[in-house]
C-alpha cells in the first residue's frame, strides 16, 4: 500500500510528460508537415500555436472541474480525449484536420495538467511533497529537451505522423495504471451544497 502513491505519480508523469512533449515535437517536423499535408506556413504554424492556446487558455476551469467532479474523473476524461485527437492528428489528411485535432489535444492536455498538481499535492503529506514535486517538474523539463529529438528520429525514420502517435503507448499505461492506482476522490456535498 506504500507503494501507490508513487505507483500513481508514475501515471501522473506519464500524462505531464505528453503534455509538455506534445508543445514542442512537432517544431521539429514543420517541412515534412508542410510537404505531406500540401500546407502554407501559417497552417502549420497554426498546428502548434492551437495546441498551446488550447493547452493553455483554459486551465483555470478545467482546474475547477476537477475540484467539482473529482480530479482521477477529470484527468481520465482528458487522457482519453489527448488519444482520441493524437490518433486523430496521425490520420489526419489535411491542415485543416491536423489543426482541429490539435485544438481537441489542447483541450485534453488542459483537463490533464492542473489534475496531475492536485494530485500530488493529495496524495502525499506536506513532509513527504518535495521529492514528487521535484520529480514533477524535472519530468516537464526532459519531455521539453526530447521533443525535438524524439521529433526528428520520427521524421526521419517513420514519417511526422509518428510523433503523434507516439502517445499512445505512453497515454495507455498511463491510463492503465491511474485508472488502476489512483484514488477516486469525490467532493464532498454539504446541506447547503447545489
Known sequence: MRERPWVGLAALCA???????DSTIVTVAIPA??????????QVIWVNSVYLLANTVPLLITGRLGDRFGPKRVLMVGLAVFLAASVWCG?????????????????GAALMTPQTLAFITRLFPVERRAVPIAVWG???GVATIAGPVLGGLLVQHAGWEWIFLLNLPIGLAGLAVGA???PDWRPRRGCGST
Open 138 to 140: 524535472a519530468v516537464s
Open 15 to 21: 500524462c505531464f510528460f505528453m503534455v509538455m512533449l
Open 33 to 42: 508537415i508542410l510537404t505531406g499535408l500540401d500546407a502554407t506556413l501559417n
Open 91 to 107: 490520420f489526419a489528411t489535411s491542415a485543416a484536420a491536423l489543426i482541429a485535432a490539435r485544438a481537441v489535444q489542447g483541450l
Open 180 to 182: 488502476l492506482f489512483l
